[in-house]
């Protein structure tokens, strides 16, 4: 039987993060992963450079975080996005 501190080894360092959260815990100090240009491009089936024009100035307005040059997204502000986006065109 491996100890405490060897039994983990060839796991990630979030997997083992992920594991130590339990199920009743708070998850709000856990922010979801945020996306991609190429994420979202991939989500919406469009191209890098349209998710890019959207987020910068075209409509319809993608909702975005800048992080200095690097344009970065939240899936659920995309998710109501699609939606928002579905109830103007219907």
Same mark, same amino acid.
């Given at each position: 039987?491996?100890? $405490? *501190? ?7 360092? %979030?997997? @083992? ?6 199920? *009743? ?5 856990? %922010?979801?992963a #945020? #996306?991609? $240009?190429?994420?979202?491009?991939? #989500? #919406?089936?469009? %191209?890098?450079? /349209? ?5 910068? @100035?075209k409509?319809?307005?993608l909702? $975005?975080? @800048?992080?200095g ?5 939240? %899936?659920?502000?995309?998710e @109501? /996005? ?9």
């Amino acid at each position: 039987m491996s100890g $405490v *501190n060897g039994g983990e080894s060839g796991m990630t360092a %979030s997997e @083992r993060f992920a594991g130590s959260v339990k199920p *009743n815990e708070p998850r709000h100090a856990i %922010s979801p992963a #945020l #996306l991609t $240009v190429e994420d979202v491009a991939a #989500l #919406l089936r469009v %191209s890098p450079d /349209w998710v890019r024009d959207h987020a910068s @100035r075209k409509q319809p307005r993608l909702p $975005v975080i @800048r992080v200095g040059k690097l344009l970065r997204f939240r %899936s659920h502000e995309i998710e @109501r /996005w699609i939606q928002d986006v579905a109830q103007r065109t219907c």
